[in-house]
């Protein structure tokens, strides 16, 4: 349907097109020419007399009168009668004809290879894929989807929304699509449309939360904070957001929070839930970093070299490692992509396992890296740099200019 609108659009714009080629030239000419006909005669016999009297002034013309009379009469029958004027000097419609053929076919000819048909076609044919593609999300006994069907579906879904743009639930999905790929401004964007549209339903305040703290800006994660408090006041036992809670506490070292929150998702699991182990982990990871001592930390300032371009979306990572340089950190932190030079402080807080905390390193090695999709595996193309090793307590220098 939409293209058979743009077809009847574009087919009233080309008739408009031939309209002010031809209007004028068929219906002008003959009020140009019999206006500056008639302007030429009344020139002429205004001349014509000012000779006259001239002549009858020296005495070579003595019957003036008669002169004038002639003349007048000669500028009345130069004068076209009406129809029979306009008749002789109308354009003919074949004149006009190959103009407007060569009007029409010049149009829709740079259209057709200016105007990317192939790329609309293919557009209007994802839209349409819409109901497939959402089975094929939704579906779990079919194999995950691929990054291209992803992509379709995103297209299809903001074509579906562009017409649609109070379904608060095609806002949600697209939102939890752009989590599912991080891309952030697509999830907070959607997020924020869903959550304008339905401010009270509770999964959109947890998709807007989410969204909103992977963002990093301190006054969104104010704003997830209250969302998620708010979700959690009305259903006690929801455990999503009992979790989002924690670990934005525990990135903010608050501990005892964070600690609370997974003690109450374990009292709401069953006893047999594989999930208990992994809160018991976190638990104990919480608890080792309460009271942690005083200079037990790492500080590294992180600059850019200057063939090193800052890239859209992504994070920084920086990692501790042992001094001899092990490729397994002991300690890591991922800090939303800014401005460089960048202070970054590590503690046994941010210690990769419980058991083995940073603090009981002599010497360290710090890394940075710029991962441009937000996964923690080192990918090609990605930038990097190191510092040397140097002892727990102290600080160092990085500079990212290598490449993998």
Known sequence: MTELWFWLITALMVLVSVGLFVVPIYLGK????????????????????????????????DNQSELALELQQSLLDDIPEG?????????????????VLILVGLSYSLYFLEGNQQQVVAWQETAERLPELSRRLMSDSEEPMTDQEMA???????????????DAMGWLLLGR??????????????????????????????????SLMLSGDETNVETARNLLRQVIKKDHGNLQALSL???????????????????????????NDPRISMLDRSIARAQAQVGAGNGQTVSVTISLDDAVGIPDEGVLIVSVHSADGAPMPVAAKRIPLSSFPLDVELT?????????????????LVKARIDRDGNVMTKEGDWFGESEPFALGGSSQIVINQKN
Do not use: C, H
């Not at 019999?34 to 002549?55: G, H, P, Q, T, Y």
């Not at 070292?253 to 600690?259: L, P």
């Open 30 to 61: 003959d009020q140009d020419e019999a206006a500056s006909r008639d302007e030429l005669n009344k020139a002429f016999f205004r001349d014509r007399m000012d000779e006259l009297e001239e002549e009858t002034d020296e005495g070579l013309v």
């Open 83 to 99: 129809d029979k004027a306009k008749t002789q000097n109308k354009v003919s419609m074949l004149m006009l004809l190959p103009g």
């Open 152 to 166: 379709d579906l995103t297209l299809s879904l903001r074509t579906k929304l562009s017409q649609t743009p109070d």
């Open 177 to 210: 699509i752009g989590l599912a790929n991080r891309d952030i401004q697509t999830a907070e964007g959607a997020m924020g449309k869903a959550y304008r549209l339905m401010p009270n339903d509770n999964d959109v305040k947890l998709g807007y939360a989410q």
């Open 245 to 271: 809670l924690a670990f934005e506490a525990f990135e903010r070292n608050a501990y005892d929070e964070a600690i609370a929150a997974w003690s109450t998702m374990k009292q709401l699991l069953p006893e």
């Open 348 to 364: 046994d807080a941010d210690s990769m396992i419980p058991e083995r905390l940073m603090s009981s390193l002599p010497n360290v």
